[in-house]
C-alpha cells in the first residue's frame, strides 16, 4: 500500500551520503589542506595567489579562482557558519529539488556573489578589499531558495524567537544590500552575499515549473490563473477520450503505473521537472492516503 513504501511517508530515510553531506565534507577537507599549506608552504601564499578570487588574478586568466575561492575559508568561525547553513537548509532544497538542481543554484549562486564583489574591488579596493573566498554566497543562496519555497517555516537564529523564513530572507538582503551600499572597511564580503541571494531570488522566478514568490500576490494569482486553465485543459482532454482517472484505477495498479514513475521521475530530475498532470496524480496519491 502507499503508506508501506518509505518514499511516500511523512519523513522518508536519506541516504548519508547526499550532496549537501559531500559538499560539507568537501569544503571542511579544503579548509584543513588550506591550512596546512599556511604552516609548512610560504605562508600559504600561493593558495592566495592562485585560488582566492581576486581582480589582480583574474587579470592574469586564473578564471578557476570563481570555483576555487568558494572552498577556501578565513577562519573557523567563518566555516562554522556556512556548515550550519548548509546542514540546516541544504538538505531541505536538495530533497525537494534533487542533488543536481541544488547544486546548480549553490554554485550559480556562489558564482554571482563572486562575480558582484570582484567587480566592486576592482572600482573601490579601499572598501572591498583585494580578494574574495569563502563559500558564504553560495550558502546565502540556498538560505534565500528555501526561503522562497518554504515562506513560512519557522527559523531559530540562535536564542532569538523563531522567525518565518521570509523574514529571514528580507533581514539577510537589507543586511548585505546596506552594507554594500554603505562601504566600509571589513573583512565580511558583504557584496559576495548580495550578489549570492540576488542570483537566487533571480533563478527561483525565471524557473517558472517552481512556485513563485510567496509574498507578491500579482505572480501569485497569475501562477494560480495558469494552473487552472491547464486542470480545465486536461479535464477536457481526460473527457473526450473517456479515460478513467487516474485515482480510480484499482491502489496497487495505481502505484505501480501512475506514482512509481513519477517518483523515479522526482529522484533523477528533483520536482520542478514534474508536468501538471503528474503533479495531479500525486496529488490523487496523497488523497489516497488521507483517507486510509
Not at 518509505?6 to 577537507?29: D, H, K
Not at 576555487?68 to 546542514?87: A, D, M, V
Not at 529571514?168 to 551600499?181: D, H, K, N, Q, V
Request: aromatic share 12%; proline share 5%; glycine share 10%.
Amino acid at each position: 500500500m502507499l503508506d508501506d513504501r518509505s518514499y511516500m511517508r511523512a519523513n522518508p530515510g536519506r541516504p548519508f551520503w547526499s550532496a549537501t553531506v559531500i559538499l560539507m565534507v568537501s569544503v571542511v577537507i579544503c579548509f584543513a589542506l588550506q591550512n596546512i599549506a599556511v604552516v609548512y608552504w610560504n605562508g600559504g601564499g600561493e593558495i592566495s595567489k592562485y585560488l582566492m578570487l581576486s581582480p589582480g588574478g583574474l587579470k592574469q586568466g586564473f578564471v578557476w579562482q570563481l570555483l576555487t575561492f568558494q572552498f577556501l575559508h578565513g577562519s573557523l568561525g567563518h566555516i562554522f557558519g556556512n556548515l550550519l547553513g548548509l546542514f540546516f537548509f541544504g538538505r531541505t532544497v536538495e530533497s525537494r529539488l534533487g542533488s543536481r538542481e541544488f547544486l546548480k543554484i549553490y554554485f550559480l549562486c556562489g558564482l554571482g556573489g563572486g562575480i558582484l564583489q570582484v567587480l566592486l574591488q576592482w572600482g573601490l579596493p579601499q572598501y572591498f578589499g583585494s580578494g574574495t573566498l569563502g563559500a558564504s554566497a553560495g550558502v546565502l543562496g540556498i538560505i534565500a531558495a528555501f526561503a522562497l519555497m518554504e515562506p513560512e517555516a519557522p527559523v531559530f537564529i540562535g536564542f532569538l524567537l523563531p522567525l518565518r523564513a521570509k523574514h529571514l530572507l528580507w533581514i539577510e538582503l537589507g543586511i548585505s544590500l546596506f552594507f554594500t551600499l554603505v562601504p566600509a572597511p571589513s573583512y565580511t564580503a558583504n557584496a559576495a552575499h548580495l550578489g549570492g541571494i540576488l542570483t537566487a531570488i533571480v533563478y527561483m522566478r525565471w524557473d517558472m515549473q517552481r512556485a513563485p514568490l510567496p509574498w507578491h500576490p500579482l505572480l501569485a494569482r497569475r501562477r494560480k490563473r495558469q494552473l487552472v486553465q491547464t486542470a480545465a485543459q486536461v479535464s477536457r482532454w481526460r473527457a473526450a477520450r473517456n479515460d478513467k482517472q487516474p485515482a480510480e484505477l484499482p491502489a496497487e495498479e495505481f502505484i505501480s503505473k501512475e506514482v512509481d514513475p513519477i517518483l523515479d521521475k522526482i529522484s533523477a530530475h528533483g520536482i520542478q521537472s514534474l508536468t501538471p498532470r503528474e503533479r495531479q496524480i500525486l496529488e490523487a496519491a496523497r488523497s489516497k492516503m488521507a483517507r486510509r
